[in-house]
């Protein structure tokens, strides 16, 4: 059973681009979480989402960011319009329901 | 709202030593988890230990133990015998479960092990 994978690993975007982040949950997992970590800090919650719902995305910049979880296919955080504040590393993690939730390797996004 | 201090930056001991790392926590909750986390320079995210606050047994996983102090809010980390491999960033979190795992992080202690 293949863990949490997310892909990129790295990724380099120019300041007004769009981030395409990708997450493949573990088998079996139908709950993702995304999470942000600056440098130098702890990861900061961002958006909960079950297969095509949104369940909690308190921690979710209102503006430029979007998280789904089709149906089909790996869970997607998008940002759009990227400004060098958004350099950070991305987390995705999965969950059954009520079980333990494991991390994938994250993404580390760097704007210049 | 629920927030988790790591009161040491960093820290650094002989390769055999124990080292405890220290966190504490504020919430109005009566059940939710702790957790330790463990990140080396890989950046993946381990998870080392979990204690469910119903419990009033301390969690151990092998040479990894807590202390938790309910009342005081207080879940320090022990590490026994520390190997090279220690060496890591490490994450307390605290979790209240509503139906989602949504974690709250605190800023880290990097922990050195020395040869």
């Given at each position: 059973?293949?863990?949490?994978?997310?892909?990129?690993?790295?990724?380099?975007?120019?300041?007004?681009?769009?981030?395409?982040?990708?997450?493949?949950?573990?088998?079996?997992?139908?709950?993702?979480?995304?999470?942000?970590?600056?440098?130098?800090?702890?990861?900061?919650?961002?958006?909960?989402?079950?297969?095509?719902?949104?369940?909690?995305?308190?921690?979710?910049?209102?503006?430029?960011?979007?998280?789904?979880?089709?149906?089909?296919?790996?869970?997607?955080?998008?940002?759009?319009?990227?400004?060098?504040?958004?350099?950070?590393?991305?987390?995705?993690?999965?969950?059954?329901?009520?079980?333990?939730?494991?991390?994938?390797?994250?993404?580390?996004?760097?704007?210049? | 709202?629920?927030?988790?201090?790591?009161?040491?930056?960093?820290?650094?001991?002989?390769?055999?030593?124990?080292?405890?790392?220290?966190?504490?926590?504020?919430?109005?909750?009566?059940?939710?988890?702790?957790?330790?986390?463990?990140?080396?320079?890989?950046?993946?995210?381990?998870?080392?230990?979990?204690?469910?606050?119903?419990?009033?047994?301390?969690?151990?996983?092998?040479?990894?133990?807590?202390?938790?102090?309910?009342?005081?809010k207080s879940?320090?980390?022990?590490?026994?015998?520390?190997?090279?491999?220690?060496?890591?960033?490490?994450?307390?979190?605290?979790?209240?479960?509503?139906?989602?795992?949504?974690l709250v992080f605190g800023?880290?202690?990097?922990?050195?092990?020395?040869?």
């Amino acid at each position: 059973n293949a863990g949490v994978m997310q892909n990129p690993r790295h990724l380099v975007r120019r300041r007004g681009q769009e981030a395409r982040l990708r997450c493949s949950p573990m088998k079996g997992h139908s709950h993702v979480y995304w999470y942000r970590q600056l440098p130098e800090e702890g990861l900061k919650f961002m958006v909960y989402l079950q297969k095509e719902n949104i369940i909690d995305e308190s921690g979710m910049p209102k503006e430029r960011f979007s998280a789904e979880f089709p149906k089909e296919g790996p869970s997607i955080l998008r940002i759009q319009q990227v400004v060098r504040g958004d350099s950070a590393a991305y987390f995705c993690a999965s969950s059954p329901p009520a079980g333990k939730a494991f991390f994938g390797q994250g993404t580390r996004l760097t704007v210049v | 709202a629920q927030t988790v201090t790591q009161s040491q930056p960093e820290m650094s001991v002989q390769e055999a030593e124990t080292v405890t790392l220290s966190c504490t926590y504020d919430t109005s909750e009566n059940n939710y988890y702790l957790f330790w986390y463990k990140q080396p320079p890989s950046r993946q995210m381990i998870l080392v230990i979990r204690q469910e606050a119903y419990k009033q047994q301390n969690a151990t996983e092998n040479r990894f133990s807590v202390n938790f102090q309910k009342a005081a809010k207080s879940f320090s980390l022990k590490i026994s015998d520390s190997q090279l491999g220690d060496t890591a960033m490490y994450f307390c979190a605290f979790m209240i479960y509503q139906g989602a795992q949504k974690l709250v992080f605190g800023q880290g202690t990097r922990l050195t092990i020395n040869p």
